[in-house]
């Protein structure tokens, strides 16, 4: 909060401090509201869609998600950790083929900052639900 009170149109500061709220799942809607700042300032930054689409699904506006974390993913395609997101979203909107397929990328990709066991769990557990 520093770094934003001595700058308030630090993107990278804005994005930080509001998808570290959403990862905790503290103060949702500021969280949203610091991303939609940085996004304001870089609005064709792939990593601020990622924590703007991570910030509405922890708040349960999968809808609204959606299109944030797809084009995050497709902007970012190696990135473990935005995939995983855009995962855990398809999942909750009940597409589980999709699901697994963004899942499955996540496994190939940069595994940043991912649970590699969670994500082989959560294919598992979504090719079970397909049967």
């Given at each position: 909060t520093a770094a934003i009170a001595s700058d308030p149109l630090s993107a990278p500061a804005l994005n930080s401090l509001g998808y570290t709220l959403a990862e905790r799942g503290e103060r949702l809607p500021?969280?949203?509201?610091?991303?939609?700042?940085?996004?304001?300032?870089?609005?064709?930054?792939?990593?601020?869609?990622?924590?703007?689409?991570w910030a509405l699904f922890k708040q349960g506006r999968t809808e609204e998600a959606e299109p944030y974390l797809r084009k995050a993913a497709d902007a970012l395609p190696s990135q473990s950790v935005i995939l995983d997101h855009y995962g855990d979203v398809l999942?909750?909107?009940?597409?589980?083929?999709?699901?697994?397929?963004?899942?499955?990328r996540a496994l190939a990709g940069d595994g940043l900052d991912v649970d590699v066991a969670a994500i082989q769990k959560k294919i598992k557990d979504a090719k079970g639900r397909q049967k």
């Open positions: 500021e969280a949203v509201s610091f991303i939609e700042r940085a996004l304001k300032v870089e609005p064709d930054n792939p990593a601020y869609f990622d924590s703007l689409g999942l909750r909107r009940g597409k589980l083929g999709e699901a697994i397929g963004v899942w499955e």
